[in-house]
């Protein structure tokens, strides 16, 4: 009786740890990709390369780094691009949400279509659009020969003068390359926020949908006063994660603007 109670006790300790020895590979592959790095990068801010080797140099670069000029104009920069770049996704893929959300027909079919940019790289997303734009050969060079857009000297969107500031220095209105860029890495993001929102529209009762139509709600009430309350924490996390892929969208820049 005690060995069978002895076996029973070890088949429950492992049914109960099972859980956390399977996902301890991928804590561990997240740990050497992600914490690591992290954790050294921290530790470089600190230190400066010497030609005899790393040198501790205390807050010396933050001081250096807060001292130059560019500093402010950059962080303008990517407030602009986060607040355009959020707002943008977010608003398109809320009506896409809700577009399929009424069951329209073949709608696993655009589901998947949609998915497709989502698998596309930052940097080939990039090369794409610039090329769309492309004085020369690009497909919308055409349609954007417009002032606003384009300066009378034939540069690309992408080469276009800024125009003048609004708030003094800070990049407001921002420049056409900037509005493009927004509009590209938007287009790159659209179809995760889309499921996700899709997936959270998906959650609310119909019930309640259904009493306040009813009672005389409009479309726009149903919205802003049952589905965006309870839809809330999806919407948390969709900013959270567009914010974060925005920081980390330097290979877009890169190959979009050259």
């Known amino acids: 009786m005690q060995a069978t109670a002895t076996r029973r006790k070890s088949r429950l300790r492992f049914r109960d740890t099972l859980p956390f020895w399977l996902i301890l590979p991928t804590v561990i592959v997240l740990l050497a990709i992600q914490v690591y790095p992290a954790i050294y990068t921290i530790l470089l801010s600190f230190q400066e390369r010497e030609p005899q080797g790393w040198k501790y140099v205390g807050v010396d670069n933050f001081r250096r780094l807060f001292n130059m000029g560019l500093f402010g104009e950059s962080v303008g920069h990517t407030l602009v691009f986060l607040i355009g770049y959020t707002s943008l996704t977010l608003v398109l893929g809320f009506i896409i949400a809700m577009l399929l959300n009424r069951k329209l027909r073949f709608a696993g079919l655009y589901i998947t279509l949609l998915f497709i940019p989502w698998i596309i790289a930052d940097i080939i997303v990039g090369i794409v659009f610039r090329l769309l734009v492309m004085p020369d050969y690009g497909l919308l060079s055409g349609v954007l020969q417009n002032p606003a857009l384009f300066p009378p000297n034939g540069l690309s969107v992408l080469t276009a003068v800024p125009p003048r500031p609004w708030i003094g220095d800070f990049p407001f209105p921002p420049a056409p390359a900037m509005t493009y860029l927004i509009m590209a890495a938007s287009w790159r993001a659209l179809p995760f926020i889309t499921l ?7 959650t609310v009762p119909t019930e309640v949908v259904e009493s306040s139509r009813i009672d ?12 965006i309350p309870l839809m809330l924490p999806t919407l948390v996390v969709a900013i959270f994660s567009l914010t974060l892929s925005g920081m980390n969208g330097v290979g877009m820049v ?4 050259g």
């Open 254 to 257: 890169f190959s979009l603007t």
């Open 216 to 227: 005389g709600a409009n479309g726009w009430q149903i919205v802003r006063r049952i589905m």
């Open 196 to 202: 996700l929102l899709l997936a959270a529209m998906q």
